[in-house]
């Protein structure tokens, strides 16, 4: 066996070290089932202290805009009696400009109360600025460890934007080429330095989003008179998804329906050489969305708290091009600059509002900042470098990784509804993997999973698949 076999080996003794002794084993059972609300239940905060924490720390209680502008284009183009309302969660406002401090903020605080020295977090994303911002408030040290670049060292430019904002908020960045090497990485850098592991996929990352949920909830039903019909929530890993809505449920919002929105990258491979840089968006697109509801648990955590397929009523997608226009309609019209990443909800929201009544209210759950890489113009002219084509028209001939189409007009904006059926027989295709009998627990599992407690569809397909049920 060679050294690096040998290291892996180790990585669950590690792991444990850096979770603060969160023994994912106790939550365990047979074959395939864990006591997921144990496991959310195992942080010792409830909604008012992580609130509590998280205004400490410069996090939370953002502005709710209605749209004022948008709203009224959407009239326009909306048959009589129809055209919901927009609302959007400024989210940028939080400390290191996106939700992601509220996903930092619990675990950081967590690991100061236990004595930690420092957080190490493997992420390309906001997360690392997050973490790096709520670790210097916190006087930890912060380690970020970040995929960057492609073979020949060339780095997307929002990643290396997020990068120069880990390093901005005084984190140590290691940047890593697309492979592998991440997880490698993070797990000799948690070995050797003790810190905590600030992982994006456990309990304490996905409670501290609840407050999100919450805080919509309770200002839409205070300005309103009523809980938001739909929140939009833009998708990659599942933590936005999961705990968006477990905040909604929360805040009395259980009739709300949460819709999921991802850019539509279908057909490239995140972990390809070639295709890692001929994306323009660097999250919330289909790469990770789809993955990670089919098979929450492939993370640096033995088990993922985010677990979308449980709490998305639906799954849209919109192109690249769409959210680049919505990110510029959004500055031109409504005059706010912001990032791509709640423009992807945006992008969806616009000409699904028109298919609703007036009376309807949507919320688009968050912004983040912007500037730099993650400007349209930046990841245009990348794109184009990468051979990538840019056109103007019709946003239906998009084709991810060849051509970006920028609609002409708001009225060409779509979405495309991607059904949820074929996504959960693939997550229970792969839950069942080598099985041919299960427990009547596993069975509750499965069907809380995919969110189908009153239906037959987990019976029926593990009837067709001809697998038992037992005890
Ligand atoms: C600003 C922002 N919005 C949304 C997402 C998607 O969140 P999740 O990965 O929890 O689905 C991310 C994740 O990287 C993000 O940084």
Same mark, same amino acid.
């Given at each position: 066996?060679?050294?690096?076999?040998?290291?892996?080996?180790?990585?669950?003794?590690?792991?444990?070290?850096?979770?603060?002794?969160?023994?994912?084993?106790?939550?365990?059972?047979?074959?395939?089932?864990?006591?997921?609300?144990?496991?959310?239940?195992?942080?010792?905060?409830?909604?008012?202290?992580?609130?509590?924490?998280?205004?400490?720390?410069?996090?939370?209680?953002?502005p709710l805009y209605?749209?004022?502008?948008?709203?009224?284009?959407?009239? &326009?183009?909306?048959?009589?009696?129809?055209?919901? &309302?927009?609302?959007?969660?400024?989210?940028?406002?939080?400390?290191?400009?996106?939700?992601?401090?509220?996903?930092?903020?619990?675990?950081?605080?967590?690991?100061k109360k236990l004595g930690y020295e420092g957080v190490v977090a493997e992420t390309s994303g906001n997360y690392g600025a997050a973490v790096a911002s709520q670790a210097a408030q916190m006087n930890l040290k912060a380690i970020i460890v970040q995929?960057?670049?492609?073979? &020949?060292?060339?780095?997307?430019?929002?990643?290396?934007?997020?990068?120069?904002?880990?390093?901005?908020?005084?984190?140590?960045?290691?940047?890593?080429?697309?492979?592998?090497?991440?997880?490698?990485?993070?797990l000799l850098i948690l070995n050797e330095t003790g810190y905590f592991n600030a992982s994006l996929y456990t309990p304490y990352g996905v409670r501290g989003i609840e407050t999100l949920g919450f805080e919509i909830a309770n200002e839409v039903r205070e300005k309103y008179g009523k809980y938001p019909d739909y929140v939009l929530v833009t998708h990659a890993g599942g933590?936005?998804?999961?705990?968006?809505?477990?905040?909604?449920?929360?805040?009395?919002?259980?009739?709300?329906?949460?819709?999921?929105?991802?850019?539509?990258?279908?057909?490239?491979?995140?972990a390809s050489d070639r295709d890692f840089n001929r994306k323009s968006f660097t999250t919330g697109h289909t790469g990770f969305g789809v993955p990670f509801m089919v098979k929450p648990d492939r993370t640096d955590v033995p088990r993922n708290a985010a677990r979308p397929l449980r709490y998305i009523d639906e799954y849209f997608i919109v192109s690249q091009g769409e959210?680049?226009?919505?990110?510029?309609?959004?500055?031109?019209?409504?005059?706010?600059?912001?990032g791509p990443a709640g423009n992807t909800s945006l992008a969806a929201a616009i000409p699904f509002a028109t298919q609703l009544p007036e009376d309807k209210i949507i919320v688009v759950q968050e912004t983040e900042y912007t500037g730099a890489g993650k400007h349209p113009f930046a990841q245009l002219s990348f794109a184009k470098k990468m051979d990538v084509e840019i056109l103007r028209g019709d946003p239906k001939d998009n084709v991810p990784g060849?051509?970006?189409?920028?609609?002409?007009?708001?009225?060409?904006?779509?979405?495309?509804?991607?059904?949820?059926?074929?996504?959960?027989?693939?997550?229970?295709?792969?839950?069942?993997?080598?099985?041919?009998?299960?427990?009547?627990?596993?069975? &509750?599992?499965?069907?809380?999973?995919?969110?189908?407690?009153?239906?037959?569809?987990?019976e029926r397909f593990l009837f067709e698949k001809g697998v038992k049920i037992y005890g």
């Amino acid at each position: 066996m060679g050294k690096v076999e040998e290291f892996l080996k180790k990585s669950s003794i590690i792991m444990k070290k850096s979770l603060a002794g969160l023994d994912y084993d106790k939550f365990e059972k047979k074959f395939i089932s864990f006591d997921y609300n144990e496991l959310m239940n195992s942080v010792p905060y409830n909604i008012n202290e992580i609130i509590k924490i998280q205004r400490e720390f410069k996090v939370g209680g953002t502005p709710l805009y209605e749209l004022k502008n948008i709203n009224k284009i959407i009239k &326009k183009l909306s048959k009589p009696g129809y055209g919901a &309302k927009i609302l959007l969660k400024d989210e940028a406002n939080n400390a290191s400009g996106s939700f992601k401090a509220r996903r930092a903020s619990l675990s950081i605080y967590h690991a100061k109360k236990l004595g930690y020295e420092g957080v190490v977090a493997e992420t390309s994303g906001n997360y690392g600025a997050a973490v790096a911002s709520q670790a210097a408030q916190m006087n930890l040290k912060a380690i970020i460890v970040q995929e960057v670049f492609d073979s &020949k060292w060339i780095g997307q430019p929002e990643i290396l934007e997020k990068g120069r904002a880990c390093e901005a908020y005084g984190a140590e960045v290691w940047q890593m080429t697309v492979g592998p090497e991440l997880f490698y990485m993070t797990l000799l850098i948690l070995n050797e330095t003790g810190y905590f592991n600030a992982s994006l996929y456990t309990p304490y990352g996905v409670r501290g989003i609840e407050t999100l949920g919450f805080e919509i909830a309770n200002e839409v039903r205070e300005k309103y008179g009523k809980y938001p019909d739909y929140v939009l929530v833009t998708h990659a890993g599942g933590g936005n998804v999961t705990g968006t809505k477990r905040g909604l449920i929360e805040g009395g919002a259980k009739d709300t329906k949460v819709i999921g929105v991802s850019v539509d990258l279908r057909g490239l491979h995140m972990a390809s050489d070639r295709d890692f840089n001929r994306k323009s968006f660097t999250t919330g697109h289909t790469g990770f969305g789809v993955p990670f509801m089919v098979k929450p648990d492939r993370t640096d955590v033995p088990r993922n708290a985010a677990r979308p397929l449980r709490y998305i009523d639906e799954y849209f997608i919109v192109s690249q091009g769409e959210v680049f226009y919505t990110t510029i309609l959004l500055a031109q019209i409504e005059g706010i600059e912001r990032g791509p990443a709640g423009n992807t909800s945006l992008a969806a929201a616009i000409p699904f509002a028109t298919q609703l009544p007036e009376d309807k209210i949507i919320v688009v759950q968050e912004t983040e900042y912007t500037g730099a890489g993650k400007h349209p113009f930046a990841q245009l002219s990348f794109a184009k470098k990468m051979d990538v084509e840019i056109l103007r028209g019709d946003p239906k001939d998009n084709v991810p990784g060849k051509i970006i189409v920028i609609p002409d007009d708001i009225s060409q904006l779509r979405y495309e509804k991607i059904p949820l059926e074929e996504i959960k027989k693939s997550y229970l295709k792969n839950a069942i993997q080598n099985l041919d009998e299960i427990t009547k627990d596993d069975l &509750k599992f499965l069907k809380e999973e995919i969110n189908e407690l009153e239906s037959d569809f987990v019976e029926r397909f593990l009837f067709e698949k001809g697998v038992k049920i037992y005890g």
